[in-house]
């Protein structure tokens, strides 16, 4: 885009596609259209980051297939900037690879390694309003070069347009119950009334049968203007060490009492390493690494890698 003019009148081209889809399925693919038609890029995607679980990828093309998602989330998920920015933050708008990797601390697998196998040189993230601590994230990819100051700040113009749409969206589906096959609603959700009476269920409820778990109820639908809806969750059955007040990652391991062994492999995962590099740097056998990750996942309470890497996250991100 070449100026504020040209980008008015792209919003103007696409937004009827996206009003009218406010309440259905086709909802989220129209909105990442009309985002993508605001800076020249080569393909996009869509993922829900979470403060709870690993980003869950919604929409693929044919630049970025399936195959290539379960190898961001077997290998490079440690390394997601994303990751960590949605953990820390919870805060929606759009975000720019440049920026959260700027320092490339943690994130040198994921930048040096990920993208340019997938062929990827830069990426702008648009993180829509959350449901509770979901959100949808969606990615605009370019395979030569970087975004420009200019093309970033665009899009961030456009962005309160966006979210605004959005949150109209998710209303009218609150409202409506016809949330099965929303990439939005893709957690255990309970909708009731003021009474208590079940007025729908998202099928991940169903599978796990949420009703005879503890429950929690949410300030979901309030946020997107539903007064007379609760929304129900299910509660963590996780030991609390998410919420430990940790600055470093010395005073983490001291909080949950890992061992000097289990501080030198815990380190080396948050650093993104694989289990093989993990027994070389340490010398031991890869097999000595996973009985010692076992144990540290029974400590914990956890039963992966990535709930081990977002709990260190939400630790040391909690402000004291």
Known sequence: ???????????????????????????????????????????????????????????????????????????????????????????????WLQEVAADGKHCTQYRDVFLPQIGVS????????????????????RRRGVFSHREVDQLREVYPVAAALYRQHIRAMI?????????????????????GQTIWLTSEWQDQQGETQPQLCTAIAEAFGVTDRYIWTPASQQRDVSGLQADTFDIWADQIRLTPRERDIVRLVLQGESSQRIAETLQRSPGTIKNHKRRIYSKLDITCERELILMYVAAVSRPR
Not at 175 to 195: C, D, K, Q, Y
Request: charged content about 15%; some cysteine; proline content about 7%.
């Open 175 to 195: 409202l409506s119950g016809e949330v099965s096959g929303s990439p939005s609603f893709g957690r255990p959700m309970r909708a009731t009334s003021r009474t």
């Open 122 to 141: 830069d990426e702008l993230g648009v993180f829509l309003p959350p449901l509770g601590t979901d959100a949808i994230a969606v990615f605009l990819n």
């Open 1 to 95: 885009m070449e100026d504020t003019g040209e980008v008015t009148v792209t919003l103007l081209n696409t937004l009827p596609a996206v009003v009218d889809a406010i309440g259905t399925l086709a909802f989220e693919k129209r909105l990442a259209d009309m985002l993508g038609a605001v800076v020249e890029h080569d393909f996009t995607t869509m993922a829900r980051y979470s403060t709870q679980n690993a980003p869950a990828f919604l929409i693929h093309s044919h630049s970025f297939p399936a195959h290539l998602a379960e190898l961001y989330l077997e290998t490079f998920v440690s390394a997601d900037p994303y990751v960590r920015y949605w953990c820390a933050t919870q805060c929606p708008g759009v975000v």
